[in-house]
């Protein structure tokens, strides 16, 4: 071919140019997409991966590595001895990185507070005819130790969780309401807090918050149950002082 020829020139070809290929990203996507096809489900057992990487015709070393990443994102998870394992669904995969964002920008765990605050309160006149004996004893013991934690100007974030865990947990057809709450509880303790103390009476009236959400429920009372939850999640946005002074407006 003559290299010569005027329309062999140049940079101004119009051609566009082949986009990068991640062999990584493919591979993972060709696994989720077996996932899918077979219809495989949390527990399920894939095949080895020599099988996997033969299918796929490219070596252990890529396939490993692939994997690896998937296992990251909580997709897929190995089982010593045994294989992998498509994985059921978590927010542990994210909750580092979720982490490390919410310590740059506070705004972000505002907002998933508020998506706390207006879920738990849709939620709560569906799960107060669930409640049984013990779970309103458990709620009991925690709204003790809230009042006995703010009477001596402690902080009550282990009953506080403990108390809303209660009242949720297992009462929600919906395994993402429940991923929601332990993934705000399990980011709540790393946001920064702010070194001055938060006043006793502050602390106090927060706990006796959760005293009247229990004597609500208790009574069966859906709208003053709802109004003191509403008030008490609010009261946390303020107790806590960790988000930016907008939030909780």
């Known amino acids: 071919m003559d290299r010569s020829h005027p329309l062999?020139?140049?940079s101004d070809l119009e051609i566009k140019p082949l986009a990068p290929v991640n062999m990584h990203e493919m591979i993972q996507k060709r696994l989720m997409q077996f996932i899918s096809d077979?219809?495989?489900?949390?527990g399920d057992r894939l095949p080895s991966q020599?099988?996997?990487?033969?299918?796929?015709?490219i070596s252990l070393v890529a396939l490993r590595e692939a994997m690896r990443a998937m296992e990251a994102l909580g997709i897929i998870e190995a089982r010593a001895g045994s294989g992998w394992y498509v994985?059921?669904?978590?927010?542990?995969?994210?909750?580092?990185?979720?982490?490390?964002?919410?310590?740059l920008n506070r705004h972000n765990f505002?907002?998933?507070?508020?998506i706390r605050i207006r879920l738990e309160c849709s939620y709560l006149p569906e799960v107060m005819g669930k409640l049984t004996?013990?779970?309103?004893?458990a709620m009991e013991q925690a709204v003790c130790e809230m009042e006995r934690l703010a009477a001596s100007g402690q902080e009550f974030d282990a009953p506080d969780r403990a108390f809303h865990m209660r009242l949720f947990s297992g009462k929600v057809q919906n395994q993402l309401f429940t991923e929601v709450l332990e993934l705000f509880w399990t980011l709540y303790p790393r946001i920064p807090v702010p070194s001055e103390r938060v006043q006793i009476e502050?602390?106090?009236a927060d706990a006796?918050?959760?005293?009247?959400?229990?004597e609500a429920v208790q009574k069966g009372s859906v709208e003053l149950a709802v109004q003191w939850l509403l008030d008490s999640l609010q009261g946390a946005v303020r107790r806590s002082s960790k988000l930016s002074p907008q939030a909780g407006k």
């Open 8 to 10: 062999l020139q140049g």
């Open 38 to 42: 077979r219809q495989l489900v949390a």
């Open 50 to 57: 020599s099988i996997l990487a033969q299918a796929l015709g």
């Open 87 to 103: 994985r059921d669904f978590t927010f542990d995969a994210v909750t580092k990185g979720l982490a490390y964002t919410f310590e």
């Open 110 to 114: 505002a907002d998933l507070l508020e």
């Open 133 to 137: 004996a013990e779970d309103l004893e």
């Open 202 to 204: 502050v602390l106090v």
């Open 208 to 214: 006796h918050r959760h005293r009247l959400i229990l």
